[in-house]
């Protein structure tokens, strides 16, 4: 007689599978909660005691970590001494495994105690399921029960599961436990840069494509952490594209920055206009000023409830989507009737502590840059006046979401102009400027190593600049503003984004 062993936390779909099981003449082991489970809806089933000779000890911690559980797997069906050790030990062969664990995934970002997180790391699981994956050849491992209608539908039609498929569902439980185990390892080692970078995560849906058609694209999330571009909630819309998720997540980042109402309008992962204001539908249209051309086409960002009014506005422009923290109901009555237009309600500000950089052949990390100085120094003679102080930090706050070199000219709150991605600094200024038309403050996000933008910056009538700081010739650049009548302010931190 063939022998299953049962021991599942998801009970999702068991009892009937378990029921195939005892049809086709299979014995079923089963542990605990589960042997309880199996027995309470009339399953056959036996229990892990009566294999092992051993009661479950230390509150269930060990119940099938023994030899007349993992010879039964390990053994080799081919390998006459293998056998023979069974024979002799008098262990049965166990050929079908079906676990899923303790979901540590999901408790370690729940608000309960250290210790009672560390309860949810899965030790016997794991360890069967790796046992069993080893054996595949021999052995039926099962961990999704997603499978468990493929297997029944392939043992039903064939009497057996192919080579390919048994090996396909040990992969599968290797890419579950390294999963399994990079979590455990990123909550016990949280803040470090660890020896080996392992990384949890699991696939949230496929992707049409990539950057492109030619390219194959799926979005993954994190499976221990909480994160806006993972919990929101897409109210209406076509499903969200690779571009879609990337851009969505800039523009919440920058409207995340302000504690003020604040609008990001944002096109190719660049912010084309960022805003704040007393109402909702102000910033927004303030943002759309920045640039009504950009915009179109574009991903819109605000921080707070968007209303009808501001809704009714949005409807005038083509947009891909509207994130934001909420929507009244006539706003979404007023967005929904463009059928095509995503609508995202997100639950969190940015969670990451961490960004990772994929290049060829290896994986830069780095902590999130969540800094913002509380240090701005007034190094002109020239003293910043109060608006354009508050235009510096808002400034700022927009240019550290801007791809370096980057310079953002700002006039009451409002982005004016964008300059970004430029090999040189001047450019950059020229294109901000330019796109501007008028403003009042320039914000930079690296020191200046030479006169140059300041120049310009008098030719358009900037008042003020805030700037790091930090070159050999910063004199230069503070001479340049003391002749030009411009205030300069250093930060002391720049924010390179590359």
């Given amino acids: 007689m063939k022998r299953a062993l049962i021991s599942v936390y998801d009970k999702t779909g068991i009892l009937d599978f378990a029921k195939f099981l005892v049809e086709t003449g299979v014995e079923v082991v089963s542990t605990g909660g589960t042997y309880k489970y199996l027995r309470e809806n009339s399953i056959p089933v036996t229990e892990v005691s ?62 309960i105690s250290f210790e009672e997180k560390v309860e949810f790391i899965d030790i016997g699981g794991p360890t069967m399921l790796r046992s069993a994956a080893k054996s595949f050849e021999d052995v039926i491992v099962i961990t999704d029960v997603e499978d468990y209608s493929k297997i029944q539908k392939e043992i039903e039609s064939t009497g057996n599961l192919s080579f390919e498929n048994r090996k396909k569902l040990a992969g599968k439980v290797f890419n579950l436990t390294s999963a399994y185990d990079a979590a455990i390892s990123n909550f016990l080692l949280e803040g470090e840069m660890p020896k080996y970078l392992s990384v949890s995560y699991e696939k949230m849906m496929d992707l049409r494509y990539g950057e492109n058609p030619h390219q194959n694209a799926a ?39 302000f504690e003020e109402t604040a609008c990001c309008g944002l096109k190719h992962s660049t912010p084309c206009g960022v805003a704040v204001a007393e109402t909702v539908a102000e910033a927004y249209k303030k943002s759309y000023d920045c640039d009504p051309i950009s915009i179109f086409g574009g991903i819109v960002a605000v921080n707070t409830t968007v209303d009808g009014e501001t809704a009714a506005e949005m409807s005038k422009t083509f947009l891909e989507i509207v994130i934001a923290t909420d929507f009244t109901e006539e706003a979404l009555e007023i967005l929904k009737k463009k059928k095509n237009l995503r609508i995202i309600k997100a639950k969190y500000t940015p969670c990451d502590k961490i960004e990772y950089v994929k290049v060829d052949g290896g994986i ?72 501007a038309g008028d403003g009042a403050v320039l914000a930079s996000d ?53």
């Avoid at 269930?60 to 080799?76: M, S």
């Avoid at 700022?396 to 000219?409: D, F, G, P, Q």
Wanted: with cysteine; charged share 30%.
């Fill in 50 to 111: 009566e294999v092992t000779g051993a009661a479950e000890m230390l509150d269930g911690r060990v119940k099938t970590l023994h030899p007349n559980i993992h010879g039964g797997i390990l053994a080799i069906r081919s390998n006459k001494e293998h056998m023979e050790t069974l024979e002799k030990r008098e262990i049965a062969p166990i050929d079908m495994v079906i676990v899923n664990l303790y979901p540590f995934f999901d408790e370690v970002q729940n608000d």
């Fill in 219 to 257: 979005y993954y999330v994190s499976t221990t952490e909480k994160g806006a571009m993972k919990d929101f909630e897409q109210l209406n819309g076509k499903e969200l594209s690779f571009n879609n998720i990337r851009d969505m997540d800039v523009a919440w980042k920058v409207v995340s920055e």
């Fill in 364 to 435: 830069l990390v780095q902590d999130s840059d969540k800094a913002f100085s509380k240090d701005f120094k007034v190094v002109t003679e020239k003293d910043p006046s109060k608006k354009e102080m508050d235009d510096m930090v808002f400034g700022m706050k927009v240019v550290k979401h801007v791809k370096s070199n980057a310079i953002v000219v700002v006039k009451d709150g409002m982005a004016k102009g964008v300059g970004t991605g430029e090999t040189n600094r001047i450019w950059a200024a020229k294109q901000a400027i330019e796109r």
């Fill in 446 to 498: 690296a020191f200046f190593p030479f006169r140059d933008v300041v120049d310009e910056c008098a030719k358009a009538g900037i008042t003020a600049i805030v700037q790091p700081g930090g070159s050999m010739r910063d004199q230069e650049s503070i001479d340049a503003c003391n002749e030009h009548k411009i205030s300069m302010v250093f930060t002391g931190l720049r924010h390179f984004k590359h």
